[in-house]
């Protein structure tokens, strides 16, 4: 009898530990859908920024597709450019970029609403995933704000940069898929602005300040993730 009745508590006892890591499983894999993408069949790395050197021998393992939207870039707009697109290749320690899509859109340092939402749409046609925007961009017309709300339908991730004086302090992006990076706590990555190592036009190390790479940084962390399981978890 004494044994019988230590046979069901010990069998109640194991009842409760299956529920409760069934149900820890089942929270667990809740927490993380929500917070993940749909899974990505094939990563397509785009850069919205400045012309992209792809001559330097650091870019001789990757396919630049390039694509120009502006007449009067400078060496300054490509620099950046150049230096956004090292820094994504340096911070996927996991793996490299096969393909970058590189929309040429800066001009002195700054891209109109129009030459942007081209580019939007040129990574539409290209079925690009992950995109990188570093750059100072004007304030979201509602074209561009249904752009980015359409690609990210479409499983699109866009790391986008909020500046360094934090131009949309005051109007936050709520479009799931679009991760914002800035100092302002209401952004989905909070950085500190502090200098990143990358390169110049000479392919020589250089170090940058600004929201710019550490955009870039987070989008080579994607990149990696993407390369261990397939998806890109949201913050």
Request: proline share 3%; aromatic share 10%; hydrophobic share 35%.
């Amino acid at each position: 009898m004494n044994r019988n009745k230590q046979y069901k508590k010990y069998s109640i006892y194991g009842i409760l530990v299956v529920l409760l890591f069934t149900s820890a499983v089942v929270i667990t894999n809740y927490v993380i859908d929500k917070q993940t993408l749909v899974p990505m069949t094939k990563l397509k790395v785009g850069l919205i920024d400045g012309s992209v050197k792809a001559s330097l021998p650091q870019f001789y393992d990757t396919k630049v597709i390039s694509k120009n939207f502006v007449s009067n870039a400078t060496q300054v707009d490509e620099e950046h450019g150049t230096a956004v697109a090292y820094t994504i290749m340096k911070h996927s320690p996991l793996a490299k970029v096969d393909t970058l899509y590189s929309a040429s859109v800066m001009e002195n340092g700054f891209v109109s609403q129009d030459k942007l939402l081209q580019a939007l749409n040129w990574f539409e046609e290209k079925h690009v995933s992950l995109i990188n925007i570093s750059l100072n961009m004007p304030r979201p017309t509602k074209e561009i704000k249904n752009k980015l709300t359409q690609l990210t339908k479409n499983g699109a991730v866009i790391v986008l940069s909020m500046g360094n004086n934090n131009y949309f302090k005051n109007e936050p992006l709520k479009i799931k898929g679009v991760v914002q990076v800035g100092t302002q706590k209401e952004y989905a990555v909070v950085e500190k602005i502090k200098p990143i190592q990358s390169i110049d036009l000479s392919g020589a190390k250089k170090k940058y300040e600004g929201i710019s790479f550490n955009t870039a940084r987070q989008t080579g962390r994607y990149v990696s993730e993407w390369y261990s399981y397939k998806n890109i978890r949201l913050p």
